[in-house]
C-alpha cells in the first residue's frame, strides 16, 4: 500500500513548509506522508498541521506547547532541539517528525 | 601476526585495500563490548566474530524465550530458557573458535557498568531500552570509549556513532526519557541495523571510511527508504555538555 500523498495549501510547493509525517502518526493524517502548512516557527507550523490533523496533538504534544519526550524535530534535516518550537523557519524549509526507537 | 589459518580465513577482506593484512591485525588485537545479545546484538556479535575480532565481551541478564526467536537469531529452539549470553558464546565460538568470547549474565546498572566496559576499545549499543542506553551513553563518555549506538522498531532502525568529547551524544538529540513498553519489530530490521553497527565498529578499528558521527541514519524497511539527519553537540546537554566533558 502506498501512502505517497502530499496535502498542498494551494500554493506552490516552494512558498509552503512541507512537514513530513512518521509512518505511526500517518494514521492521524489519512495517510498522507507529507503535509504543507505555513509559519515563521516551528511552533506555528505545528499549530497548523494540528488544526487540520486534530489527532496529531496527542501524538506529538504533552500538554500546550510541551512535545513528548518521544518526538525528534528536525529542520531541513538537522536536529532542532532542544526548544524546537521556537525555531524559525521560512517558506521551502522541511520540518520531519520523528519518533525515538527503544527497542533492540 | 597472523597465521596461516587466519590469512585464509580473512583472505577476502584482507583483500580489501583499506583493510590488508594490517587492518586484520588491528581487528584482532581489539576488544569490544557488546550491550545486550538479543535482536541488535546477534548481527553485531556475529559479524565481529566473523570479522576476527580479537575479543568480544557480551553482557545481557536474560534467559532465551520462544518468543524472542523472531529476530535473535543467536538463538535457537533448544536454547529456550538458557542465559542468553551462554546460547550466544556457543554459536560465536563455532563460528570462529579464535575470537575470545566473554559471557557476562548481568543487570546494566550504574554502579556496575564502569567496570564491565574497563579496558575495552568500543562499546556497541545493542539494549532494549532506553535507561540503560543512557547508563552506556554516560559511562562511555565519562571514560571516553567510542559508543555505537541502534536502535529499532517494527520496520525501522537508527544508527549513530559517538565519539566522546567530540561529537553529539545520545542525550543531544533526546528530550528525556521515554516509558518503557513492549515494542513490535521483525528481525529484519535489527539486521540491517545491526550490521551498519558491526560496519561502524570495524570502520573505526581500522580508521577508515567516514563515521556516522553527528549524523543519525534513520531507516525504514517499509519504504526502504535510509535519511540522514545532522545532530548538533548540545552544550547544555546533561551527558556530555560543559563542564562535564
Given at each position: 500500500m502506498s501512502f505517497g500523498i502530499t496535502r498542498s495549501l494551494g500554493k506552490e510547493w516552494d512558498m509552503a513548509i512541507n512537514i513530513h509525517v512518521h509512518t505511526t502518526h500517518r494514521q492521524f493524517t489519512n495517510g498522507l506522508q507529507v503535509v504543507a502548512v505555513?509559519?515563521?516557527t516551528v511552533g506555528e507550523c505545528l499549530n497548523q498541521l494540528v488544526k487540520q490533523f486534530p489527532g496529531m496533538e496527542k501524538a506529538l504534544f504533552a500538554k500546550k506547547d510541551k512535545l513528548l519526550n518521544t518526538i525528534e524535530i528536525?529542520?531541513?534535516?538537522?536536529?532542532a532541539y532542544p526548544n524546537e518550537l521556537i525555531k524559525p523557519v521560512k517558506d521551502g524549509d522541511e520540518i520531519h517528525l520523528i519518533t525515538m526507537l527503544a527497542g533492540g | 601476526?597472523?597465521?596461516p589459518s587466519e590469512m585464509e580465513r580473512y583472505d577476502r577482506q584482507i583483500m580489501i585495500k583499506e583493510i590488508g593484512e594490517e587492518g586484520q591485525k588491528k581487528l584482532k588485537k581489539s576488544r569490544v563490548v557488546i550491550a545486550g545479545a538479543g535482536g541488535l546484538g546477534s548481527p553485531v556479535a556475529l559479524y565481529l566474530t566473523a570479522a576476527g575480532i580479537g575479543m568480544i565481551r557480551m553482557i545481557d541478564h536474560d534467559q532465551v524465550a520462544l518468543s524472542n526467536l523472531n529476530r535473535q537469531i543467536l538463538h535457537w529452539e533448544e536454547d529456550i530458557g538458557k542465559r542468553k549470553v551462554d546460547s550466544a558464546r556457543a554459536k560465536l565460538r563455532n563460528l570462529n573458535s579464535a575470537v575470545e568470547i566473554e559471557a557476562i549474565s548481568e543487570i546494566i546498572t550504574e554502579r556496575n557498568i564502569?567496570?564491565?566496559v574497563e579496558g575495552f576499545d568500543v562499546i556497541v549499543d545493542a539494549m532494549d531500552n532506553l535507561p540503560t542506553r543512557y547508563i552506556l551513553n554516560r559511562c562511555a563518555i565519562m571514560k571516553r570509549i567510542p559508543f555505537f549506538h541502534g536502535a529499532v522498531?517494527?520496520?525501522e532502525g537508527r544508527v549513530m556513532t559517538i565519539l566522546p568529547g567530540e561529537t553529539a551524544c545520545l542525550r543531544c538529540m533526546h528530550r528525556g526519557p521515554a516509558?518503557?513498553?513492549k515494542f513490535p519489530v521483525i528481525g529484519v530490521a535489527p539486521a540491517v541495523i545491526g550490521s551498519i553497527q558491526a560496519t561502524e565498529v570495524i570502520k573505526y578499528l581500522l580508521g577508515i571510511g567516514?563515521?556516522?558521527?553527528n549524523r543519525l541514519l534513520i531507516y525504514d524497511g517499509l519504504q526502504v527508504t535510509f535519511n540522514e539527519?545532522?545532530?548538533?553537540r548540545n552544550p547544555e546537554c546533561d551527558h556530555c555538555g560543559c563542564p562535564l566533558v
Open positions: 505555513e509559519g515563521t528536525y529542520v531541513n534535516h538537522a536536529s | 601476526m597472523l597465521t564502569s567496570q564491565l522498531n517494527g520496520f516509558p518503557e513498553e567516514k563515521l556516522l558521527t539527519f545532522t545532530v548538533h
